[in-house]
């Protein structure tokens, strides 16, 4: 790494003082999209514990909670063998409306909670709630006493506060304690993706280096050029793992690291691109498919004399992106290269972002070794 670093500032030197403004350009460019990256990490990891009680699925997890509560309330209150179907009804009618009132106004003061702290936020949550059962227990007290059964209707309103209060209290640390497992969760999954975004770089960033260096003592103007397009390629490298870009930002990067490899290897470097124009605004993982395409000029087509073409082929089918990456090598292969290495980091990138939706497979046939790749294309990564 030290001999490429070395070449490198060589260069510097040839350009007779031109390279340095560019080198700080270059590095300022980067310095301001990391800033911004990371300040749109800390936006979007500021969730708010109460999930929308609008949406579907978080509501209908409310109306069968309240349902079994009222289940199990009246198995208590009921003398069995007998069920009193009353006591079921008029309570299912009194709860069901409470739950689904107290998630509406939550729901309509959600965005407003969120803005301020955890404690008046839950505060003003339990408030509410409050208010929506003092305000629905006085109706039924002054229009439908019958729903009271024997009770005193000032005890009776002074027990559904409690309980709401109880219950409340109980749903708002239940929802806290799930946002902070799923925090963790997506820390984790964000600490476990740099580690293998990290352990791929190194190895992209020494291959090219090397490359540029071998171009600096005869043909200096291309090593120039190269070097240019390096740093395009180190901005992609120095971003936040795991965001996603687009398809054809991902093949730019991947023509920029030919264009560097074509300086080195000449007409002994082809590549055969074949894209659906469906795919180029679909998202794709940063550097997934530019290791793919190294392992096959670097352990492929640099080993044979005469060369060789690199095929490459993006489809979409269905909702599922397929990339393939087919190259010559030599026969047998070099037991002592990376390729296996490089090729299980960026499965388990695919892992850790898809699960069990996403598959990198690797064949060798008779000289040519090819790499299959897929991921659904509605997730982002």
Not at 120 to 147: D, H, K, Q, W
Not at 266 to 274: A, E, I, P
Request: with cysteine; hydrophobic share 50%.
């Amino acid at each position: 790494m030290g001999h490429g670093w070395l070449a490198l500032w060589r260069l510097f030197l040839l350009r007779k003082g031109a390279s340095i403004p560019l080198g700080k350009q270059r590095f300022v460019q980067m310095q301001d999209a990391m800033e911004q990256q990371g300040s749109s990490g800390e936006h979007a990891s500021g969730a708010f514990f109460i999930p929308d009680l609008c949406a579907p699925r978080p509501l209908l997890f409310l109306v069968l909670l309240a349902e079994l509560m009222v289940l199990i309330y009246t198995l208590t209150a009921s003398n069995l063998p007998r069920f009193d179907w009353h006591i079921l009804a008029t309570a299912s009618i009194l709860v069901q409306w409470l739950v689904l009132a107290s998630a509406v106004a939550l729901c309509l003061l959600r965005d407003w909670f969120s803005r301020h702290s955890l404690l008046l936020a839950a505060s003003g949550s339990i408030f509410v709630v409050l208010l929506v059962t003092g305000f629905s227990s006085e109706l039924v007290v002054r229009f439908y006493p019958p729903l009271m059964g024997l009770a005193d209707d000032r005890w009776w309103l002074l027990r559904n506060l409690l309980v709401a209060a109880l219950i409340t209290g109980i749903a708002l640390r239940y929802f806290y304690l799930q946002q902070q497992l799923t925090l963790r969760e997506r820390s984790e999954l964000q600490a476990r993706i740099d580690a293998l975004t990290a352990r791929i770089r190194p190895h992209f960033l020494f291959n090219t280096l090397n490359s540029i260096a071998s171009l600096i003592a005869s043909h200096p103007e291309r090593a120039e050029a190269a070097v240019e397009d390096l740093a395009d390629l180190f901005r992609a490298s120095l971003r936040q793992a795991g965001r996603a870009d687009t398809v054809a930002e991902e093949v730019h990067r991947c023509e920029l690291y030919l264009g560097i490899e074509r300086l080195r290897l000449g007409d002994r470097l082809q590549v055969d691109w074949q894209i659906a124009e469906a795919v180029g605004g679909l998202p794709m993982p940063s550097l997934i498919l530019q290791p793919l395409i190294e392992n096959a000029v670097y352990h492929g087509v640099s080993l044979l004399p005469a060369g060789g073409v690199v095929r490459i082929r993006l489809t979409l089918q269905g909702n599922v992106i397929h990339a393939m990456v087919e190259n010559p090598r030599p026969e047998p292969p070099d037991p002592s290269s990376g390729e296996r290495m490089a090729l299980m980091n960026i499965k388990q990138r695919l892992q850790a972002l898809y699960g069990e939706e996403a598959s990198l497979v690797h064949q060798a046939v008779s000289g040519y070794f090819r790499v299959a790749m897929h991921y659904p294309a509605e997730r982002a990564a």
